[in-house]
């Protein structure tokens, strides 16, 4: 179908949080019937795809995700908030919400054996930046949708 001029999603960061089983904190169920771990996390990166403006290239330094599973295990609620440093030495901080679908896979990197990043379109999220100078090129003010 040819582009009707309807808005369409493209990959433009991609965010790999490592995480260690071991570190996990179970919080446990919530009165809602879902139930919650929180899961920290102190490395990692966040990079924009080849072409994607603004140009970002950061490692993470630290941040969690408040991660809140259905009661039916067959979504997870996703709530992290993070801080990262820009290879040109600004600071920032980043977080996203939103919503993954579980499957075989998905289930893996929430139990701490993660083989790769949850592909694009497994989840649904928006993100957010906050650059606290003004080195970073661009404009990350905005948010993004994933």
């Not at 072409?51 to 809140?68: C, R, S």
């Amino acid at each position: 179908m040819a582009d009707q001029g309807f808005p369409h999603l493209e990959p433009g960061f991609i965010c790999k949080l490592n995480v260690r089983a071991e570190d996990m904190c179970p919080i446990g169920d919530i009165y809602t019937g879902s139930s919650c771990v929180y899961i920290p996390t102190t490395t990692g990166t966040i990079k924009s795809v080849d072409g994607f403006e603004p140009k970002l290239d950061a490692q993470v330094v630290g941040g969690g995700d408040f991660l809140y599973f259905d009661p039916d295990k067959r979504k997870a609620r996703l709530n992290v908030k993070a801080v990262a440093k820009s290879q040109e030495g600004t600071m920032l901080t980043f977080g996203y919400t939103g919503c993954v679908h579980i499957n075989e896979e998905v289930a893996e990197i929430f139990a701490g054996r993660p083989t790769r990043t949850i592909p694009f379109g497994q989840s649904t999220t928006e993100h957010f930046f906050e650059v606290w100078a003004v080195p970073v090129k661009g404009d990350l003010r905005a948010k993004v949708v994933r």
